[in-house]
């Protein structure tokens, strides 16, 4: 069983930034696929961006330009850069890790991130 913690969301102005962090419980951490979803109130759960062990990436079309996910596979920790905030970014933003070859998920518990004037 994988623990992942979530951590870094908060309110913030459109236009602003946050930086997301999830640090999974593994010794195996390289030999996961990261990524983040995001899902609003009363909306399905959407993929931001993932990133595999190897360091490719893959963005939802929304938040090209914007987003950058990275890893640290010595902290155990993936990281989601969030720049140029809108309030259509709103959501509880997940951090899921998919084991390579038997494609075991585990998911965060999620940390809100609100874009507010």
Do not use: H
């Not at 893959?58 to 850069?81: C, E, H, M, P």
């Amino acid at each position: 069983q994988v623990q992942l913690v979530e951590s870094g969301g908060g309110l913030v102005q459109p236009g602003g930034s946050l930086r997301l962090s999830c640090v999974a419980s593994t010794n195996n951490f390289n030999t996961y696929t990261m990524g983040w979803y995001r899902q609003a109130p009363g909306k399905q759960r959407d993929l931001v961006a993932t990133i595999t062990r190897g360091g490719s990436t893959n963005y939802a079309d929304s938040v090209k330009g914007r987003f950058t996910i990275s890893r640290d596979n010595a902290k155990n920790t993936v990281y989601l850069q969030m720049n140029g905030l809108k309030p259509e970014d709103t959501a509880v933003y997940l951090c899921k890790a998919q084991k390579i070859i038997t494609d075991i998920t585990y998911w965060g518990q999620g940390t809100q991130v609100t874009v507010s004037s």
